[in-house]
């Protein structure tokens, strides 16, 4: 596989359920981002993980929990969530920073999404 | 503080018309640019970039952008519509920091054949 890939691509779950999203990256890049995607908003930055050591956390709730193993996986572990929390999850990779690429910037390459309903 | 303003929510264009996306931003620097698309269920896609030179940049789908610094604007533009590029499209700022992007609401495009 190539690019970046997200699984589950749906999920449905109850307030009280426990469930993960995965991401794995092919692409060689060190950084990796967490990004929520709801209906007319912009991109909301949860996460960001450069070289496994969590960078960014966009006061997100705690009933969301990144974990960063490797540079290539990227995991966010859902607990508690609230029917508000319904989004597409993007998962999100580039470069390292700050040196990114060549040109001195950083390009993010994202995945499908995995499209979240909570009940 | 940064911020990205894509005005046009939703836009219309016939099949073979001409496009262009509107986009403006906020940042007190040179602002690393760039444009997104993203079709239904699926990720946002790189269209194009700017770093630095030449403000008129080529992307893919046969898609270009130009930097206007005096305006603050990233406009994309392209030639002639095809049915396939109805999708949202989003344009973004990057900081120099490498790690923070910031995007715009997205404008929505249908095209009628």
Same mark, same amino acid.
């Given at each position: ?5 997200? +699984?589950?691509?749906? !999920? =449905? ?29 912009? %991109? ?19 009933? *969301? ?9 990227? *995991? !966010? ?30 390009? %993010?390459? *994202? ?5 979240? +309903? =909570?009940? | ?17 001409? @496009? ?6 906020? #940042?007190?620097?040179?602002? #690393? @640019? ?16 700017? $770093? ?21 604007? $990233?406009? @994309? ?24 992007? #910031? ?11």
């Amino acid at each position: 596989e190539t690019g970046v890939t997200q +699984t589950p691509r749906h !999920l =449905v779950m109850g307030m009280t359920n426990k469930k993960s999203l995965k991401c794995e990256q092919h692409l060689g890049h060190n950084a990796m981002y967490w990004y929520k995607q709801s209906a007319k908003k912009p %991109l909301e930055l949860m996460f960001v993980y450069n070289f496994k050591e969590q960078t960014e956390n966009n006061s997100v709730p705690s009933r *969301f929990s990144p974990e960063c193993p490797n540079s290539s996986h990227l *995991f !966010l572990h859902l607990h508690t969530l609230q029917p508000e929390d319904s989004a597409l999850y993007l998962c999100a990779s580039s470069p390292s920073f700050p040196q990114g690429t060549s040109s001195g910037a950083n390009v %993010l390459t *994202f995945g499908a999404g995995s499209r979240l +309903t =909570v009940l | 503080a940064q911020s990205v303003t894509q005005p046009d929510i939703h836009i219309t264009v016939s099949e073979g018309a001409s @496009l262009e996306l509107r986009c403006n931003y906020s #940042y007190g620097a040179t602002p #690393y @640019l760039f444009w997104y698309v993203q079709s239904p269920g699926q990720g946002l896609q790189l269209l194009l970039k700017y $770093f630095s030179g030449d403000t008129l940049v080529q992307g893919i789908k046969g898609f270009e952008a130009e930097f206007k610094r005096s305006q603050s604007s $990233f406009n @994309l533009r392209k030639p002639s519509v095809h049915w396939s590029d109805a999708a949202e499209y989003f344009c973004a700022v990057g900081l120099n920091t490498g790690n923070q992007f #910031y995007f715009g609401t997205g404008t929505s495009l249908t095209v009628i054949p």
